[in-house]
């Protein structure tokens, strides 16, 4: 019998304009939802998105920075390609704090800008990007994985591709696609269109076993070992695969920590867990380093490190603490070799993807017996680090005073949001107030933006991330001073129907630069304490203006009341809800557990502020 021959990798198409392939590769990627704001410069692919809109919805943001982040969100939640379409010019600049957001923190997003039609190039045209004095291509060049300008209809399938394959390859990455508006207009003649993604693009599936089963001795054969996960493991560590690394770290009691920016990626109640390491760290990692915090008569350090998914940055690594560095072992493992070894020393690096390793780790240690008298010396040591309060603060975690405290902000947040639901984190004070004080475990996640930081990242984020997951409660942690850079987009939220939640740490203040100059430029005259005031404004009263529900919280009761109420509403009328939470300003984040402020001046020592 004859061998049936395999399906074609493409089709012919004839006579489809720019715009519309675009539109079908978007398709074939899964793409139902792109966010932006729309432009002369973009109106033929406008246009054919409106023929198309039973297929495709364009969200319409209210600033195209916003639009980034929301489009940000929503790839982070639905696993699939966040998309922005923006005009030229200015709408092209807006979208690149977003975009370079999203490069930084490992997200897919594919931004598209227009361009002015290409006979008007090098002419002054109203908002023109290339031949004047902006060159939008060297500028996302510069800060995003890819970027191009589509010259001709004869070059889009290759360049278009392209940008697919950087976003969607590992490690994701941000791509940009500057498209004049009389080529998406142009009609190409003949095209063989690609019937799967596989058709163009591919993915790395392999890990070395022998690798893996050098790295997993390391970690059998000493007293003391430590996994460390970067979020480099988000998209691979669930289901089936983390119950079974799960029952591996169980079997020979190995205790396991996450960076900042991977928090909840293993379960923080886990008896191994030791939650986050970094910046501000949970006090069971440092006492897991440093022994002698648990028992003076013990010795500091530990034996060795298994590093998954991180390239070791300042934030993950406590500024490149020293004690994350082990006696005898350290062994990294990243997709991406060029953050292999490149903060500490290693016993050696291993490039694989990240799922087929972990793996085959697995593998290795369920062909090792457990050393009996060494695992459970090393189960009892962590159980006792355990018994001890993991919280800097806990007494204010536990507070019920008034105003509330925004660790016990987070308390209430830990304690009722249901199971599967998706947290985004700010910038500023919220970032140490989150990392430390929440507790969570999945399948609810934890999302930050830790590399680069900016401010109303997750204001926007939680909206792309509830319209990706309208049956999960999607919720923002922000200070007052985020959420008035981005709040805008709570209008969006009301006109999608996206019941997203925003908790809005307010004090009236950039706490997290008044605080931290405070302490390492000490001023006594209080003058840090409004230099950089906000001017009062009513947060509520701006968020029921854009259509939200609104709560005014003062105390622990409030919170609890305002945040049960707020989920409820979000899932019965899909209406934005936002907590205005009145904190006590005199709070400091666990920014500062191993710094000492150096002299008025000093060079060294500084915090990120």
């Not at 591709?161 to 500057?178: M, N, W, Y």
């Not at 972990?358 to 040591?381: K, Q």
């Not at 529900?549 to 003062?554: F, G, K, P």
């Not at 622990?556 to 205005?580: C, E, T, W």
Request: glycine residues 8%; hydrophobic residues 45%.
């Amino acid at each position: 019998m004859a061998a049936s021959k395999p399906p074609s990798p493409s089709t012919r198409l004839d006579g489809q304009t720019v715009a519309q392939l675009l539109l079908r590769y978007l398709a074939l990627e899964g793409v139902d939802t792109l966010f932006g704001i729309p432009g002369a410069a973009v109106m033929h692919l406008l246009a054919e998105l409106k023929n198309q809109r039973s297929t495709f919805r364009y969200v319409i943001a209210r600033q195209e920075t916003g639009a980034a982040y929301i489009a940000d969100g929503y790839a982070r939640v639905s696993g699939r390609l966040g998309v922005v379409l923006v005009t030229s010019g200015p709408g092209a600049t807006n979208a690149l704090t977003g975009t370079m957001n999203a490069q930084n923190s490992g997200v897919p997003l594919l931004t598209i800008t227009g361009e002015v039609a290409e006979q008007y190039f090098g002419m002054g045209y109203l908002q023109e990007g290339t031949d004047a004095n902006l060159n939008i291509d060297a500028v996302y060049g510069n800060a995003s994985g890819y970027s191009v300008i589509v010259t001709n209809a004869s070059n889009f399938q290759t360049l278009f591709t392209q940008a697919l394959r950087d976003a969607l390859g590992l490690p994701h990455r941000a791509a940009h696609i500057s498209l004049p508006d009389d080529v998406a207009a142009t009609p190409v003649p003949s095209v063989r269109f690609p019937n799967a993604p596989h058709n163009y693009r591919t993915r790395p599936h392999g890990a070395d076993p022998h690798q893996a089963q050098l790295a997993f001795q390391r970690l059998a054969g000493v007293a003391r070992p430590l996994i460390f996960l970067g979020s480099g493991v988000r998209e691979v560590l669930y289901g089936e695969r983390l119950a079974a690394f799960t029952r591996m770290v169980e079997h020979f009691a190995i205790p396991v920590m996450t960076t900042p920016d991977a928090k909840a990626v293993f379960p923080e109640s886990h008896p191994m867990s030791l939650r986050c390491f970094g910046m501000a760290y949970c006090e069971w990692a440092k006492d897991y380093l440093l022994p002698s915090r648990v028992d003076p008569a013990l010795p500091d350090g530990y034996d060795a490190l298994l590093v998954l998914g991180t390239g070791l940055g300042g934030f993950s690594t406590n500024k490149w603490d020293p004690a994350l560095q082990p006696r005898q072992s350290l062994v990294q493992v990243d997709l991406d070799q060029t953050v292999i070894g490149r903060v500490f020393p290693l016993d050696f690096g291993v490039v694989a993807e990240l799922g087929a390793f972990i793996d085959e780790l697995c593998r290795a240690a369920h062909a090792v017996p457990p050393d009996a008298v060494a695992v459970e010396t090393r189960r009892e040591f962590i159980a006792r680090i355990r018994q001890r309060s993991p919280y800097l603060d806990p007494q204010n975690r536990n507070s019920t005073s008034s105003p509330i405290l925004p660790q016990a902000v987070m308390k209430c947040i830990s304690d009722t949001l249901p199971a599967g639901s998706n947290i985004f984190v700010d910038s500023g004070n919220c970032v140490g107030f989150a990392l430390h004080y929440l507790a969570v475990d999945p399948p609810t996640r934890v999302f930050s933006a830790l590399t680069m930081g900016p401010m109303g990242f997750a204001v926007g984020a939680v909206i792309g991330a509830k319209l990706a997951a309208p049956d999960a409660v999607c919720l923002a942690i922000a200070g007052d001073g985020a959420f008035l850079m981005h709040g805008n987009e709570v209008s969006t939220a009301e006109a999608n129907n996206a019941g997203a939640i925003w908790v809005v740490l307010d004090n009236n203040d950039l706490a997290m630069v008044s605080q931290g100059m405070n302490r390492f430029f000490p001023d006594k005259s209080g003058v840090w304490n409004d230099y950089y005031a906000l001017g009062k404004p009513d947060i509520a009263q701006f968020a029921r203006s854009l259509g939200a529900d609104a709560y005014e919280v003062l105390s622990v009761a409030d919170m609890q009341h305002a945040l049960g109420a707020a989920i409820n509403a979000s899932r019965i009328n899909g209406k934005p809800q936002v907590i205005a939470v009145h904190i006590d300003p005199k709070q400091i984040p666990p920014y500062y557990q191993d710094i000492k402020p150096p002299l008025q001046g000093a060079p060294d020592g500084q915090p990120d502020l």
